[in-house]
């Protein structure tokens, strides 16, 4: 079975940078893209930004474009998300994700494989 684990979550002050990563173990990545997704206390799970695994195509939600960057390297077999200008509001547990196909990947439910999140926090 394929797992997703993030990394590189922690603390940091606004303004400030984090990478955090996503590596499938067990086996290689087999879903057509990643995900991205963070959720708040009380608030629902949001998209973030999305890969397509093969031809490398990126989309962002606009709350994070320009600020975020997602990344894939096959042959480390883990994705990435840069995180830049950092503020509060961006707090929260971010995961990622696996799914197949190219049709309405900023939906939580195309996704069939999770990670376990990482926590963000982000200080004024």
Do not use: H
Not at 14 to 22: E, F, I
Not at 27 to 36: H, N
Not at 68 to 78: G, K, L, M, V, Y
């Amino acid at each position: 079975q394929v797992q997703l684990v993030e990394s590189g979550g922690g603390l940091v002050q606004a303004g400030g940078s984090l990478r955090l990563s996503c590596a499938a173990s067990g086996r290689t990545f087999s879903g057509d893209a990643m995900g991205w997704f963070r959720q708040a206390p009380g608030k629902d799970r949001e998209f973030i930004a999305r890969i397509y695994w093969g031809n490398g195509r990126t989309y962002y939600a606009d709350s994070v474009k320009g600020r975020f960057t997602i990344s894939r390297d096959i042959a480390e077999n883990t994705g990435y998300l840069q995180m830049n200008s950092l503020k509060p509001e961006d707090t929260a547990v971010y995961f990622c994700a696996a799914a197949k196909g190219s049709w309405a990947l900023d939906r939580v439910s195309r996704y069939d494989i999770w990670g376990q999140g990482t926590q963000v926090i982000v200080s004024s």
